[in-house]
């Protein structure tokens, strides 16, 4: 099956910098990769849907400047936390779309845990 | 998307087989009913996914209700390594277009040596 990467897995940093976590898919092409946030014992949320070579769209109450998402090619998307603050501490998830026929296949990457310190 | 509504939690005993049910009274035509896992700390996995008849993969079974209004997961032999939070999410494919999965609190599978 398709396989989506994330980098790093684990991050540790302090409070006030900025936090870089690439999600790649490794053997298919994405031309829709998604941003999830989840918290302790909640759901995924989905923070922003990002297309390849265009601007992503946020959801409402994800501030997107302070949500950086580049999508730079059809197999890299990348997310940066800007000015972190404990309260974004959290597990980041990306996932990659395929469209096979009419329906459009989901894979999620293993997931970054981001602690601000 | 049409929600979805799920126990908050199940248990099973190990090698037993465990029915996960999802009501969808709102399900739309054009809906999809999807099934993922999520062990501790990981993302997401694809379980299974059906539009309208029955479904068997290697992992499950899926079950849908005549009117559509409900479904089950069906994991036939279960294993300390099925214990997940699983979660039934609908999704349109009639837009043609990527569009995102809205996760529900899911079910807390517990299953029991």
């Known amino acids: 099956g398709a396989v989506v990467s994330q980098h790093p897995s684990r991050v540790i940093c302090k409070s006030g910098t900025s936090v870089k976590i690439e999600c790649r898919s490794l053997d298919f092409q994405a031309t829709t990769m998604f941003w999830y946030r989840q918290f302790p014992k909640q759901s995924l949320m989905l923070m922003a849907t990002?297309?390849?070579?265009?601007?992503?769209?946020?959801e409402q109450g994800v501030e997107k400047d302070k949500f950086l998402i580049n999508h730079a090619s059809l197999t890299l998307s990348t997310l940066t936390v800007t000015s972190a603050h404990p309260e974004d501490s959290s597990f980041y998830i990306c996932s990659a779309s395929i469209l096979a026929g009419t329906y459009n296949e989901q894979f999620f990457g293993p997931g970054t845990r981001l602690t601000v310190l | 998307d049409a929600k979805t509504t799920q126990p908050n939690s199940m248990e099973s005993n190990e090698e037993e087989p465990v029915h996960l049910p999802c009501n969808h009274s709102?399900?739309?035509?054009?809906?999809?009913i999807h099934w993922y896992r999520q062990l501790p700390s990981q993302g997401p996995e694809y379980v299974i996914h059906g539009l309208t008849s029955n479904v068997n993969n290697r992992m499950a079974s899926l079950a849908i209700a005549e009117d559509r209004k409900s479904s089950t997961l069906i994991l036939h032999r279960a294993t300390l390594r099925d214990a997940a939070v699983y979660y039934c999410i609908l999704r349109d494919w009639s837009s043609g277009s990527a569009r995102q999965l809205t996760f529900g609190s899911g079910t807390q599978l517990t299953v029991l040596p």
């Open positions: 709102t399900i739309s035509g054009t809906d999809y």
């Open positions: 990002s297309n390849e070579g265009s601007k992503a769209t946020y």
